[in-house]
């Protein structure tokens, strides 16, 4: 690095707490992470970070929109008709708690109601103009979980359009529910220098 680390050598010891070991000729830096996991055990618990870790190490969750999403748009797409697919794939051996995450909406001025189907979840939200971000629990089998989202949006006028677009979904994001404990509990307070965990 241009800078050698310094900043950022400079942060991770005030997040830490702790001065770090640095070679002679400055080049490595050695610091002692057991304090910080310590901390983490005991805020959320050996097991989060046990389910975190899994995460982590896991494969990424893949995920799809079926070929009902017809118009793609800048981090999302469109879809055609009342209905499309979603399709989330675990490629791990073990069943993982996930949550979902993504920005739905339509650009039909009016409030509409988009459901979840499938992979345990049967959800209604309201969608409309603003997007809005939906937040939803499910478990994810190992292999393809399809599901089914299906809106009362209506299409949009015909002179601000150039394919059928209804609903729009933004592209998810796809979280082990015990990772995204576990970086919650990573944040800075106003009253607490340091990191919590």
Known sequence: LPDQGEPLLQQIQNLLGQGAMVSD?????LLDLRPLAER??????????????????QQ?????FGDSFATADFAG????????E????NPGTRSVRVDLGMLVGSRVEGTYTLRLTGGQIDETVEIGKPLREVRT???LSPGVTVLRLTSDAPLEPARI???DRTFFVGDPTVQGADLRR???QCVRTADAPRLLC
Do not use: C, Q
């Not at 000729?25 to 830096?29: F, I, N, S, T, V």
């Open 40 to 57: 983490i055990r005991s805020d959320v618990g050996a097991e989060v970070v046990r389910g975190a870790a899994a995460d982590v190490l």
């Open 182 to 184: 576990l970086l919650e």
């Open 86 to 89: 979603l399709t989330l794939v």
């Open 137 to 139: 629990s499910l478990v």
């Open 161 to 163: 359009r150039t394919t």
């Open 77 to 84: 797409r469109w879809a055609a008709g009342p209905s499309a």
């Open 25 to 29: 000729d400055g080049r490595l830096a």
């Open 60 to 64: 990424s969750f893949g995920r799809a």
